[in-house]
């Protein structure tokens, strides 16, 4: 069985940082891109940040030059480092990847976590 599992969420203050992760793990063959979207109540699901296997970050405007993103390859783990956080931040994060598993091998399927919250209140 195939799991994305995020850690790192948490209650912070507006500037404040948070640094979320997200593993792979179970019959993983190969691993293409991996990322990030988030979910504010009320609102549909936005795209946040996404990193290849190779690097090559990518990111939504509403977080360029606060969010990074990051990738342990050896760890199958894909991290976001969230600096100068604001309330508008506020939302649960989910991890997304592309796997190739040994159950449908050759075929990336995507993937999504059960989602970490992130609350960013004074």
């Known amino acids: 069985q195939v799991q994305l599992v995020e850690s790192g969420g948490g209650l912070v203050q507006p500037g404040g940082s948070l640094r979320l992760s997200c593993a792979a793990s179970?019959?993983?063959?190969?691993?293409?891109?991996m990322g990030w979207f988030r979910q504010a109540p009320g609102k549909q699901r936005e795209f946040v940040a996404r990193i290849r296997s190779g690097g090559f970050p990518n990111y939504a405007d509403s977080v360029k030059d606060r969010f990074t993103t990051s990738r342990d390859n050896a760890k199958n783990t894909v991290y976001l480092q969230m600096n100068s956080l604001k309330p508008e931040d506020t939302a649960v994060y989910y991890c997304?990847?592309?796997?190739?598993?040994?159950?449908?091998?050759?075929?990336?399927?995507?993937?999504w976590g059960q989602g970490t919250q992130v609350t960013v209140s004074a």
């Open positions: 997304n990847a592309d796997l190739q598993t040994s159950r449908v091998p050759g075929v990336f399927q995507n993937y």
């Open positions: 179970g019959s993983i063959s190969s691993i293409g891109a």
